[in-house]
Each structure stands twice: as structure tokens, then as C-alpha cells.
């Protein structure tokens, strides 16, 4: 197709797609502008399923690279099925671009001709054998086409690329990933490269967080603060190699390279064996709340009447770690503000149903409303069945409904869809837990510690391990982790629940009756009645929690 209304995709030198306006649609993952470029450089603009797996995922189960096929197609729909009649076209056992809406350059033997850079500069997936066959392929047969037919063709006349657009980011922050350029050893390289990989194919998948561009290579500190300006981001993920063997992954303000953020992360004596899925997960996972953090110092102390929606979900969300009732009220006059301006966005949606869920969990409401909640969660998750909160708070009301088995699932989902989401692996702690499997729970809360550990909310998380070393009868554990969560929240009542019975099961009547008057002295209207909430599969455990504390305040 030539003329108005097509798309243009350029495949020889840097990939860049266009948009019929001319305007640059950012496709950040990789593997997302791989595939591109293998539906577009087949003959009917079409390849199975099968085909492509086995040579964008071949190093995988082929469960996982099914998987990762419609994670990635998923992604990759709403970046270039924009306008008119949808360029990429999903079948049951096929993906197809469609060609009558797209120019290739490759597919125009005088772009071919005219140009001498390399097919898919600077792109390359490590361990996949497939991809790089492929890859060699076409860069041969490109080369062939030029030493056959190069001289014979005339140029094609000059067109002008359209300037780089990032796409809008609806006023959240965006973010950029910068790798440095060294001369490092290959294998290093390799894993770095891999690494940076992940980090981007991760990062597309935050529903919150907008990737603009793709991995882009520097060549010093000083191009930081210069490519903040150029991308126009608010965030930069640089990460680097050091001559130690080591890698560096930090996160800085783009405006004024403000480093945020640092972590320094082992490769090994091969540079294989480390974790790089693990390495992105962790990374991800901290960033994540760096940037919760930066954003709400922005606009915490400013009058709500001066915030945007965007600003006001920011401001909301501060409110709502602080879990005090005063704040509550602010953040459902927040959020109520961001709905009056944005009713039918994702982003407030979630927030107000997870602000709702919190005030559920601490006025005790009855099961009716309780259900509700979920069904409006239903929705939230119908809409954007790709946000891993909302599957992740259907879960959590799943759990304090008693539904174990429909919870564990949703969490698991939730983990799927965003492996660094650390509170899903918190809360799917407490649900084995809670389902008579502390064992299990344990893991899944250390690996939510591990993602998130300056987290405000990972009292909650100690809470849980503090549970599980109740019913493993580790009581000696389960009073240090108890007394983890009440440093960091001295008004948790399920901690000092959980501490007060480990003492008592452990025989220590004094070190109990210490324990009940510190709870009394920080929570004077508790009542021991609230035990009976905690949702507990085998009810025999609310039982024991709530006698315990009986029997030490008779005592006391």
C-alpha cells in the first residue's frame, strides 16, 4: 500500500513504526518489534502461532512460550490497532499484519537498494537459536538482493521521517531505560543485555507506569541528564556494567538526574549464573515503590484544589498507607475529586475499590457488602483484565469471603500477570497460611519481603510470618517476627494477637501478661470477638488464638 491512511514500518537500520499520521508508535518490548518484523517479512504478511514461539521462545516450555505469546500479542494490539481496520490480525492458530494497511521497507526492493545499514540494527535475543536463524537468513538474502539487483534500480526520492513522538501517558509517570555502552566481555554483555530485556518486557506490562521508547545506549554519566531531556520522561532506569563483573541498576529523576535509587547485583564468575528474571523482578519491584514515593512528596503538602486527577490519585494513595481513619476520609475526598474529572478510568477505579476493600477489612462489614465490593472489582478486572491489582484484590475479598481455593488462584494470577507486584506475594502467604498450609506461606512471604523491603505495609508481611510460626510451633520465631511488625506498625492488632499466643503455647505466662498489657496500652478497645474474623479454613485456629488471649488476660 502506498499514499494516505498507511502505516509505514522501517525494519533495515533502526526498527521504527509509524503511524498514518506520521507520528512514531513507541514499541518498547523487543520481542514486540521482533514479531513484527517476521509477520512482516513473510510472504502473505502471516505466520502461525507454532512458527513463532519456536523462534521467539524456543529456549522455553511450550506451555510457557504460548504464554508468552499472548502476553506479548496482548501488549502489542492496542500499540498498533489504533485507528480504521486493525493492522495486527489474531486468529485461534495464526497472527497476520495486515499488508494493505503498511509499508515495509523491506518489501520495496529500491528502499533495499538505496540503503546500506544492517536489517534490525543493535536487536538480538540471547539463547534463542531459532531467532538468530532466522535473523542470519534474512540479513543474507537482504544482501544478496543488493549485490543482484542494487545497481539496476533507481533511488527512491527523499521522504522525511516523521519526528519521534512518545506515546501519551494520560498524565502518569513515564519512564525510559538507558543501558551504557562499555567494552565489557561478551558474556557479560550477554547477561547485561538480558537483563535490560526483561527489565523492559516487565515494565511494558505495568498498567501504571508507561515505557517510552526502547532500551537506548549511552555513552557516559553525562548523557543522562541529555536523554532525560530528549525522551521527555520523568524517570530513567540506567543500567550498567562494572569493572568488577558486577552490574548496576539505578533509577534517577530525569530532569535533574537525581539518583533515586541503586542496587549492585552479582553476574557470577561466568556471568550465567545469576538470576536475570529475578534481578528485573526485584528491580521492578523497588522502583515501583520509589516512585509512589517521589510522586506523592510532590503533591502531599499542596492544596487538593491545585491537584490534576492524576496528582489527586497520588496524594489518595498516601493517604491510604497511612491507614489511620482521619486519612481515609482525605483519600475518599481525593478520589472522589479524580472520579468527578476521569469517572470511567482504570486508575481511579482500582484505587476507590481498593480503598473501599480497606475500609471493609477494618470496620468489619458483613458479608453482603463484602460481596458488592467484589462484583465492582469483577468489573474493574473486565476492563483491564490485564491490571494485576484488580485480580489481586479479588482475591484478597475471596479469602476474607472463605472462598481458599478461588483466592489462592487470583493471587496467582495477580503474580503472573506482574511477577514484581510484592503484596501479591504477601497476601498469597497469608492465604496458605490461612488455609492450613503455613509452610507454603513462609516462601511466599519472604519473596514478598525480598521484592519490597522498605515497604511501609511490610509489617503486614511479618504479621503473616508471625502466624505461620504460631501454627508451625516455632514460638520463638513467631514472637521475633511479631515484634518485626510492631516496630514498624505498634498498632497491629493481629501481631499482637499472634504474639501474645506464642508466648502462652511456649509457656512463658510472664512474657504473655507483657504482651496483653502493650496491646491494651495501644489498642484499649480491643476486643477479643475480632479474633473470630480472621479467615481461617479451619476455624479451630480462631478457636485457640482467641482462648489464648482469654486465658492471659484472666491471668493478668
Not at 545497481?151 to 538507558?178: F, H, M, N, Q, Y
Not at 497511612?322 to 478510568?345: F, V
Amino acid at each position: 500500500m502506498t499514499g494516505e491512511g498507511a502505516f509505514q514500518l522501517d525494519l533495515i537500520g533502526s526498527f521504527r513504526l509509524s503511524a498514518p499520521d506520521g507520528s512514531r508508535i513507541s514499541v518498547p518490548a523487543k520481542r514486540s518489534r521482533i514479531l513484527l518484523a517476521m509477520l512482516a517479512t513473510s510472504k502473505s504478511g502471516e505466520r502461525s502461532r507454532r512458527w513463532l514461539q519456536e523462534r521467539i521462545w524456543g529456549s522455553r516450555e511450550r506451555a510457557n512460550s504460548q504464554a508468552s505469546l499472548r502476553r506479548e500479542l496482548s501488549n502489542l494490539r492496542p500499540l498498533v490497532n489504533v485507528a480504521g481496520e486493525p493492522l495486527l490480525i489474531i486468529a485461534h492458530e495464526t497472527v497476520a499484519l495486515n499488508l494493505d494497511r503498511v509499508v515495509v521497507d523491506v518489501r520495496n526492493p529500491r528502499r533495499i537498494a538505496e540503503s546500506r545499514d544492517e536489517f534490525l540494527e543493535g536487536i538480538d535475543i540471547a539463547w534463542e537459536e531459532g531467532f538468530e536463524d532466522w535473523l542470519r537468513e534474512e540479513r543474507q538474502a537482504i544482501e544478496s538482493a543488493r549485490e543482484t539487483d542494487g545497481d539496476a534500480l533507481p533511488a527512491l526520492p527523499e521522504k522525511p521521517l516523521p519526528a519521534e513522538v512518545a506515546p501519551p501517558s494520560d498524565g502518569r509517570p513515564t519512564l525510559s531505560i538507558l543501558v551504557h555502552d562499555q567494552d565489557m566481555p561478551p558474556d557479560r554483555v550477554a547477561t547485561l543485555d538480558r537483563i535490560v530485556d526483561l527489565l523492559a518486557e516487565r515494565i511494558a506490562a505495568l498498567r501504571w507506569l508507561p515505557l517510552v521508547g526502547v532500551p537506548a545506549r549511552i555513552d557516559g554519566p553525562e548523557a543522562l541528564l541529555r536523554m532525560g531531556k530528549t525522551l521527555g520522561v520523568e524517570y530513567l532506569l540506567h543500567c550498567q556494567l562494572n569493572p568488577d563483573g558486577t552490574a548496576t541498576v539505578a533509577l534517577s529523576q530525569a530532569a535533574s538526574a537525581r539518583l533515586l535509587w541503586s542496587s549492585r547485583h552479582d553476574l557470577g564468575n561466568d556471568g550465567e549464573s545469576c538470576d536475570p528474571a529475578q534481578i528485573a523482578n526485584d528491580s521492578i519491584a523497588v522502583l515501583s515503590v520509589r516512585i509512589e514515593a517521589d510522586q506523592a512528596e510532590r503533591v502531599r503538602d499542596r492544596p487538593a484544589e491545585q491537584l490534576n486527577p492524576d496528582e489527586l490519585l497520588w496524594r489518595a494513595r498516601w493517604h491510604m498507607r497511612r491507614l489511620t481513619r482521619r486519612d481515609a476520609d482525605e483519600a475518599d475526598r481525593m478520589l472522589a475529586r479524580a472520579a468527578q474529572a476521569r469517572p470511567d478510568a482504570i486508575e481511579v477505579l482500582v484505587e476507590q475499590a481498593r480503598a473501599d476493600a480497606l475500609r471493609c477489612w477494618a470496620m468489619g462489614a458483613p458479608v453482603p457488602e463484602l460481596e458488592g465490593l467484589r462484583r465492582r472489582a469483577v468489573l474493574v478486572r473486565d476492563i483491564d483484565p490485564y491490571d494485576a491489582r484488580a485480580w489481586l484484590l479479588l482475591g484478597i475479598l475471596d479469602l476474607w469471603l472463605g472462598q481458599h481455593e478461588s483466592a489462592a488462584a487470583l493471587m496467582h494470577e495477580s503474580i503472573r500477570l506482574e511477577p514484581s507486584l510484592a503484596s501479591a506475594y504477601g497476601h498469597l502467604g497469608g492465604c496458605y497460611s490461612f488455609s492450613g498450609y503455613p509452610g507454603d506461606g513462609v516462601q511466599m512471604v519472604r519473596n514478598a519481603l525480598r521484592l519490597a523491603p522498605v515497604d511501609t505495609h511490610s509489617f503486614h508481611q511479618f504479621g503473616q510470618l508471625a502466624l505461620a510460626g504460631v501454627m508451625l510451633g516455632d514460638h520463638r520465631q513467631a514472637v521475633i517476627d511479631a515484634n518485626q511488625a510492631l516496630a514498624r506498625r505498634a498498632g497491629y492488632a493481629q501481631a499482637h494477637v499472634y504474639k501474645i499466643a506464642a508466648l502462652d503455647m511456649a509457656g512463658d505466662l510472664d512474657g504473655a501478661c507483657r504482651a496483653l498489657a502493650v496491646l491494651r496500652r495501644a489498642k484499649p478497645a480491643f476486643d477479643p470477638a475480632l479474633i473470630e474474623r480472621l479467615p481461617f479454613r479451619d476455624h479451630e485456629w480462631n478457636a485457640r488464638l482467641r482462648s489464648a488471649v482469654e486465658r492471659i488476660a484472666a491471668a493478668a
